[in-house]
């Protein structure tokens, strides 16, 4: 283990980098290879690679009845599935959303030229304030998307009300939120309809993914002709569709993805516990925390970095991170509004937005997943404990020149 224990060790000035391999956010999880290459076997015997197979079918059955929702429709990646599940449930004109979520919940509204309003989230949940969403609805709204950041669901139920009260459609990005409950129940049944994104980084992979559920037959049915071109039967097409379709491979992999899951959590979990061991008395690193009596999946660890107490700013701590080979991520930085096309289209909306503008500049995502074990934690706790330990120090040696290369993997001696 290299341990830190004059500024020089540190890699960003010098030193050995901690890890000799970089360690990743969103290192994909994989299951049991055997059953995978068994069930990819299979698919190529049958000649049967897409357009519904068997292996979808299956997927869909298995993530319907794992979340007791009645329909699962598979697709391609995430952000189709949100498009589709915005234009079934007819949303038009303006919609309210989080600015503090991936930019793919903005765009799934922009692309079919519906507004993205944003609106501020709660500084401690980091999701959707219910309390700033009344204040945004004109008679040109016609919904409202809910992330469930980091996995912990949003606060369902206010926004369910005000969805009521306001006739408004409701629909739930629910990408980091797999395996994860609200009030007992699980994530997926909410709202008019949810949506998981099953990408390569995600808790649950099928390398490429998505999907939307709900409990809503006629809603269901009109997402699978929608994301089928709209083919009602051989040659009937009857809505306006487009090609969301996921492939055999990769329901395979959400298969075995399905029977690894509790592994998963497992790992993460145990990460998570290290994580916030190391880092909960460090002045002003606040862990993000669980709700212990929900499920959750884990699959994020987030360090908010508040600078006046550890005397480093986020930047740079990622900047020293990064030179270990600990490629902690600053999602969601910047945050939506702050991206085009919205800077162009709002520019001045960050006003509006001061906890979104503040989380950006304060959150930090660990490494974790099945890659990695509480050593490699402990690993990262030990350089971060270091780097506040001696932050008056270091602070004033870090320059803009340092910042994080990308393009080149640090060697460790
Ligand atoms: N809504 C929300 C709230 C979301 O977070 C997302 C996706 C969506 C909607 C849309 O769902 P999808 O259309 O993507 O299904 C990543 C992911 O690409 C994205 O799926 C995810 N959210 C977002 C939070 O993170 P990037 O650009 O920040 O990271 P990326 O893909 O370069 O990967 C992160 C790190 O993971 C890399 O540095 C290396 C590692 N990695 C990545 C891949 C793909 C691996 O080790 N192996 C891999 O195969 O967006």
Same mark, same amino acid.
């Given at each position: 283990?290299?341990?830190?224990?004059?500024?020089?060790?540190?890699?960003?000035?010098?030193?050995?980098?901690?890890?000799?391999?970089?360690?990743?956010?969103?290192?994909?999880?994989?299951?049991?290879?055997?059953?995978?290459?068994?069930?990819?076997?299979? =698919?190529?015997?049958?000649?049967?690679?897409? %357009?519904?197979?068997?292996?979808?079918?299956?997927?869909?059955?298995?993530?319907?009845?794992?979340?007791?929702?009645?329909?699962?429709?598979?697709?391609?990646?995430?952000?189709?599935?949100?498009?589709?599940?915005?234009?079934?449930?007819?949303?038009?004109?303006?919609?309210?959303? &989080?600015?503090?979520?991936?930019?793919?919940?903005?765009?799934?509204?922009?692309?079919?030229?519906?507004?993205?309003?944003?609106?501020?989230?709660? &500084?401690?949940?980091?999701?959707?304030?219910?309390?700033?969403?009344?204040?945004?609805?004109?008679?040109?709204?016609?919904?409202?998307?809910?992330?469930?950041?980091?996995?912990? $669901?949003?606060?369902?139920?206010?926004?369910?009300?005000?969805?009521?009260?306001?006739?408004?459609?409701?629909?739930?990005?629910?990408?980091?939120?797999?395996?994860?409950?609200?009030?007992?129940?699980?994530?997926?049944?909410?709202?008019?309809?949810?949506?998981?994104?099953?990408?390569?980084?995600?808790?649950?992979?099928?390398?490429?993914?998505?999907?939307?559920?709900?409990?809503?037959?006629?809603?269901?049915?009109?997402?699978?002709?929608?994301?089928?071109?709209?083919?009602?039967?051989?040659?009937?097409?009857?809505?306006?569709?487009?090609?969301?379709?996921?492939?055999?491979?990769?329901?395979?992999?959400?298969?075995?993805?399905?029977?690894?899951?509790?592994?998963?959590?497992?790992? %993460?979990?145990?990460?998570?516990?290290?994580?916030?061991?190391?880092?909960?008395? =460090?002045?002003?690193?606040?862990?993000?925390?669980?709700?212990?009596?929900?499920?959750?999946?884990?699959?994020?660890?987030?360090?908010?970095?508040?600078?006046?107490?550890?005397?480093?700013?986020?930047?740079?701590?990622?900047?020293?991170?990064?030179?270990?080979?600990?490629?902690?991520?600053?999602?969601?930085? &910047?945050?939506?509004?702050?991206?085009?096309?919205?800077?162009?289209?709002? $520019?001045?909306?960050?006003?509006?937005?001061?906890?979104?503008?503040?989380?950006?500049?304060?959150?930090?995502?660990? $490494?974790?997943?099945?890659?990695?074990? &509480?050593?490699?934690?402990?690993?990262?706790?030990?350089?971060?404990?270091?780097?506040?330990?001696?932050?008056?120090?270091?602070?004033?040696?870090?320059?803009?020149?340092?910042?994080?290369?990308?393009?080149?993997?640090?060697?460790?001696?």
């Amino acid at each position: 283990m290299i341990q830190k224990k004059a500024l020089e060790d540190l890699a960003i000035f010098g030193g050995n980098p901690t890890f000799n391999q970089t360690l990743h956010v969103g290192r994909p999880n994989i299951g049991n290879r055997r059953k995978l290459f068994e069930r990819m076997n299979d =698919i190529l015997d049958r000649r049967w690679l897409t %357009n519904r197979g068997a292996y979808v079918q299956e997927f869909e059955r298995r993530v319907a009845d794992f979340l007791s929702v009645k329909h699962c429709v598979a697709m391609c990646n995430g952000t189709v599935a949100l498009e589709i599940a915005v234009r079934a449930l007819n949303m038009r004109g303006e919609v309210i959303v &989080p600015s503090f979520t991936f930019i793919a919940t903005a765009h799934c509204l922009q692309w079919q030229e519906i507004t993205p309003v944003f609106c501020d989230v709660d &500084p401690e949940t980091h999701n959707i304030d219910p309390e700033k969403v009344t204040g945004l609805i004109t008679p040109r709204t016609s919904g409202i998307i809910g992330v469930h950041l980091w996995s912990r $669901p949003c606060e369902i139920e206010s926004l369910e009300k005000i969805a009521k009260d306001y006739n408004l459609k409701l629909l739930f990005d629910a990408s980091h939120a797999f395996g994860c409950t609200y009030n007992g129940k699980p994530v997926g049944g909410f709202g008019g309809a949810e949506v998981f994104s099953f990408h390569a980084t995600k808790f649950l992979n099928t390398f490429e993914g998505g999907a939307v559920v709900t409990n809503d037959d006629d809603l269901a049915e009109k997402i699978r002709l929608m994301k089928n071109f709209g083919f009602s039967g051989m040659d009937n097409v009857i809505y306006l569709g487009t090609n969301g379709k996921m492939n055999e491979v990769s329901a395979a992999m959400g298969i075995t993805s399905l029977e690894s899951l509790d592994d998963f959590i497992k790992a %993460n979990h145990q990460n998570y516990y290290t994580c916030r061991t190391h880092l909960t008395d =460090i002045p002003g690193i606040k862990m993000l925390s669980y709700d212990e009596r929900e499920k959750n999946n884990f699959q994020y660890i987030i360090a908010e970095i508040d600078e006046n107490k550890t005397g480093i700013n986020r930047n740079d701590l990622m900047k020293i991170l990064h030179a270990e080979n600990i490629r902690a991520r600053r999602y969601f930085y &910047p945050s939506c509004h702050r991206m085009e096309p919205y800077k162009s289209y709002f $520019p001045n909306v960050g006003i509006l937005l001061p906890e979104t503008e503040k989380l950006s500049e304060r959150l930090l995502c660990l $490494p974790t997943g099945t890659a990695i074990g &509480p050593a490699e934690i402990r690993q990262i706790c030990y350089v971060i404990q270091f780097v506040v330990k001696n932050s008056a120090e270091i602070a004033g040696r870090i320059t803009d020149k340092m910042d994080s290369d990308f393009t080149k993997e640090r060697v460790a001696v």
